[in-house]
């Protein structure tokens, strides 16, 4: 069974940083696509970041710029630098991951809590 595990959540002041990190237990994920996802309170979660295997980068409009996604397939880890953090980026954050040259995301991290203080 794949698990991913997310870290780096936590409570931060408006315009600080945080880093999430997330490590994934399957195999072949240099082949896989990977992504972050978050869901503030009373909406659907929705995709922020996203990384392919040839390593492009894709960001939802309201975090491009502040935001970076990475991914170190020697480690199995994926990342979520974020910067200039704003209240509204208050929600659970969400790795995810395809199988192995897929393109739906099927596997799923249990989401860790990111909360900014204005």
């Known amino acids: 069974q794949v698990q991913l595990v997310e870290s780096g959540g936590g409570l931060v002041q408006a315009g600080g940083s945080l880093n999430l990190s997330c490590i994934s237990s399957i195999s072949s994920f240099s082949l896989s696509a990977l992504g972050w996802f978050r869901r503030v309170p009373g909406k659907q979660r929705a995709l922020i970041a996203d990384i392919t295997v040839g390593g492009g980068t894709n960001y939802e409009d309201s975090v491009k710029g502040r935001f970076t996604i990475s991914r170190d397939d020697e480690k199995n880890t994926v990342y979520l630098q974020m910067n200039s953090l704003k209240p509204e980026d208050t929600a659970v954050y969400y790795c995810?991951?395809?199988?192995?040259?897929?393109?739906?995301?099927?596997?799923w991290g249990q989401g860790t809590q990111v909360t900014v203080a204005s």
């Open positions: 995810s991951s395809t199988k192995p040259l897929g393109s739906a995301y099927v596997y």
